[in-house]
């Protein structure tokens, strides 16, 4: 069965850390862009970052640059997120999700899989 499976959210505060992790099963993340978005309460999907299959780059969106670090493990066929500097605009639920592309997956658009979240709550 294909999917991924996302963990590691929680209540966090203010400058606090986080790292996500989102586990594959039923294929390899080693032949898809891979990466994270997220939605808050009444908004819309918001692109996070994604790593490149093809050569490994890595992008972020502007809000988490510099705060927030993605990485994949190829023998765990895991991918991570490491945040910190946690500020309550992060708060969300954060999906993973795979594409052929990182442009789909930033674009949260033709998607190939991803998973239910895992939410994520920066408060004092």
């Known amino acids: 069965q294909v999917q991924l499976v996302e963990s590691g959210g929680g209540l966090v505060q203010p400058g606090g850390s986080l790292r996500l992790s989102c586990a594959a099963s039923g294929f390899s993340l080693d032949y898809y862009a891979i990466g994270w978005f997220r939605q808050a309460p009444g908004k819309e999907r918001e692109a996070v970052s994604c790593?490149?299959?093809?050569?490994?780059?890595?992008y972020y969106a502007d809000s988490v640059k510099g705060r927030f670090t993605i990485s994949k493990d190829y023998a765990k066929n895991t991918l991570y997120l490491q945040m910190s500097s946690l500020n309550p605009e992060d708060t969300a639920v954060y999906y993973c999700?795979?594409?052929?592309?990182?442009?789909?997956?930033?674009?949260?658009?033709?998607?190939?899989?991803w998973g239910r979240g895992t939410l994520v709550t920066v408060s004092s």
């Open positions: 790593i490149a299959s093809t050569d490994g780059s890595t």
């Open positions: 999700a795979a594409a052929s592309v990182c442009a789909q997956v930033l674009g949260v658009r033709s998607l190939e899989v």
